[in-house]
């Protein structure tokens, strides 16, 4: 009994320490970092005794699961943009296509919009969870009856401006007193749009649309500006004016909205005006009354030192009035500097450094408005990049919100600099700020993004090496970009600089995928550059087949006006690739377009007779040069009698010829 007790504890005892070392050793090793932290810890709270404190949660927006979703994800730059990636047949081909397709959907969608709200009876199910409100009628028509304050407020909320002004007027003659805020309200609204109801998206134009179109095309001055047309749409003593001038005591809030509905609507002077009438009743603008009147000091003063003595007045009268200025009392007096000659350059970084001063940040409508004063267009030639490097320098790494309607202006802008001053390095740097963010939805409309990318492969077409030009050509079309004629044009040119000219064929699919094979202009461009040199009989053989499908294409429009040179092209490439049969049918067209080909084509088509071993169709040259009577006729007929082999009936037919007298050119 003994042994085996002795057995079984030695056994333990053995066991036990295998045991305690596989139970201490996890213990430990999570004890380890611990201490040491722990540790760490000790010292830092030694050597400073600020709390922590550890927040209780992460607050995340409502869509931070979609954009961690989107960042997994690129765009595709062989794909067209996602609004019509729904239906194939309307991928857009063209920047035409692309605006009719985006219109006529946007079109749709306020038509469906428009039938929901007037008709929510049949749109009362939610099937949607969680619930989405823009996907429900939206409630257009007053709830309130009775003439109350409350009514009021609610067709204010709206837009309702015709019954909006009805029921102020009804609440006037019942006695009913309208609290200031709720004027300020009405008075917005009927400056902002005018005094006119707001044209319900989606909605038929009436009649009421089509009258006012008419009073827009006969009031419009011939050969006027485009400030000129806004000063017909501020009616004289409107619902605005006769409200305003009805108040027993008016603040400057109601001032400040009529103010800018005047400017807003081309009213200038009148705005001055009210403005005079503002500063003697003693009472003092606020910011935005600033901002609207210097908008409109270029419309009000003709010589360029009275427009900035009169912003400088404004600049004044905001100090004395202790009205502190923002971003856009400051864009105000950049963009009007754009319309004072030289003195802009005086005035303008003075302006910059008063923003600094009071710290203000600019924005890209700041730097937009410093390109328009310092750089000119491309034909008053080059001008110093300077200020742009600073300000792409300035820039380089951020991201941007908008923050001035005019801020989409600048990156295209920056861009027509850069291709104006052929800086392909500055280019560069300001498209790597585009892609910086979400700094491509400052690019503006679509319309304006296809100018920034012009401009951009323009620069790219002009500086850069063929296969870079090609790499960004992948990636931009279609998906940014829609080459238009000049774009088009700019690339040949770069196949042409980089002697890449076999792949001509691969940018005529390109060509007519977008839609501008009906430029003859363009094709001949084409035709030309694949006529002008002989390459290797591949390449021929690629050309001639492009060359066909360029006739093809033209046939099959009857407005195409065929030229001589764009005949000759065509036969050229033709015998290049020894399609003899195909030449001699353009050869033909020739007699059936009226045109006359060359001497040097006529050669070129006699040689390759002689190659093909064809003097039947060598002498019918003979007869058709006769037929079109050209000078070198004897000449081409003394050449077939030499260099080939002839029937009796052949030569008899070409001594004839060769007998006719030379003419000279």
Request: proline share 5%.
């Amino acid at each position: 009994m003994a042994a085996p007790c002795r057995h079984v504890g030695r056994c333990v005892q053995r066991n036990g320490g295998f045991l305690r070392i596989r139970l201490d050793q996890p213990l430990s090793g999570r004890s380890f970092g611990l201490a040491a932290a722990l540790q760490q810890a000790a010292e830092v709270h030694k050597e400073s005794k600020e709390p922590i404190v550890i927040p209780r949660k992460k607050s995340w927006s409502s869509e931070a699961v979609l954009e961690a979703l989107a960042s997994t994800v690129h765009r595709d730059p062989t794909a067209y943009p996602y609004q019509f990636q729904d239906d194939s047949y309307l991928s857009p081909r063209t920047s035409a296509e692309f605006k009719i397709y985006s219109l006529s959907q946007e079109s749709g969608r306020a038509a469906a919009k428009y039938f929901v709200n007037n008709n929510p009876k049949f749109f009362t199910k939610d099937f949607a969870e969680p619930h989405i409100p823009c996907l429900m009628p939206e409630n257009t028509a007053p709830l309130l009856e009775g003439e109350s304050e409350e009514a009021l407020k609610e067709r204010i909320g709206l837009r309702k401006v015709s019954a909006a002004v009805q029921m102020y007027d009804q609440l006037l003659q019942s006695g009913t007193a309208v609290s200031m805020d709720t004027t300020h309200e009405l008075l917005d609204l009927l400056c902002l749009y005018c005094d006119r109801d707001p044209v319900q998206e989606g909605a038929p134009q009436g009649v009421d649309g089509e009258e006012a179109e008419e009073e827009t095309k006969r009031r419009r001055p011939k050969g006027g500006r485009a400030a000129d047309l806004l000063k017909s749409s501020w009616k004289e003593n409107n619902n605005a004016e006769r409200i305003f001038n009805l108040l027993p005591e008016r603040d400057p809030p109601c001032y400040s909205a009529l103010i800018r509905g005047m400017v807003k609507h081309g009213a200038h002077m009148k705005a001055f005006n009210l403005y005079t009438d503002l500063l003697n009743n003693r009472l003092s603008a606020d910011v935005h009354i600033f901002n609207a009147l210097i908008s409109a000091v270029p419309e009000v003063r003709e010589k360029f030192n009275e427009r900035w003595d009169l912003i400088s007045e404004l600049l004044n009268q905001m100090r004395e009035q202790k009205v502190r200025p923002n971003l856009l009392t400051f864009n105000s007096v950049l963009k009007a500097l754009r319309r004072c000659g030289s003195l802009a350059k005086t005035y303008a970084p003075q302006t910059l450094n008063e923003m600094k001063a009071l710290g203000i940040a600019p924005s890209l409508a700041t730097y937009d408005h410093l390109l328009a004063v310092f750089y000119k267009s491309a034909s008053f030639g080059l001008s110093n990049t300077d200020l742009l490097q600073d300000v792409l320098t300035e820039l380089e790494g951020s991201s941007f919100t908008c923050q001035d309607p005019n801020d989409v202006f600048f990156f295209s802008s920056a861009m027509r600099t850069c291709l104006d001053n052929k800086d392909l390095e500055l280019g560069y740097k300001v498209h790597r700020l585009v892609e910086v963010g979400e700094n491509w939805r400052l690019l503006g409309t679509p319309y304006q993004q296809s100018f920034y990318y012009g401009r951009f492969f323009n620069l790219l077409c002009m500086m850069e090496h063929i296969d870079v030009v090609l790499k960004w050509y992948r990636r931009i079309v279609p998906s940014f970009y829609y080459p238009n004629h000049r774009g088009m044009r700019d690339l040949l040119q770069a196949l042409d600089t980089d002697s890449r000219l076999d792949l001509l064929p691969a940018i005529w699919k390109d060509i007519k995928s977008f839609g501008h094979d009906s430029k003859v202009d363009l094709v001949e461009e084409l035709l030309s550059l694949m006529a002008r040199e002989e390459h290797s009989p591949e390449v021929q053989e690629s050309f001639a087949a492009c060359a066909l499908d360029v006739k093809s294409v033209l046939d099959g429009r009857s407005s195409v006006e065929w030229s001589a040179s764009l005949l000759s092209h065509i036969t050229t490439l033709l015998l290049r690739a020894n399609k003899l049969q195909r030449a001699w049918d353009m050869l033909q067209l020739f007699k059936a377009k009226h045109r006359v080909p060359s001497t040097l084509l006529l050669d070129h088509f006699l040689s390759v007779c002689r190659s093909c071993g064809a003097p039947q169709r060598a002498v019918e040259l003979v007869q058709l040069s006769a037929a079109f009577c050209l000078p070198a006729t004897a000449g081409l007929a003394k050449r077939a009698l030499a260099e080939f082999e002839l029937t009796d009936e052949q030569r008899s037919i070409l001594s004839e010829f060769e007998a006719a007298p030379e003419k000279e050119d």
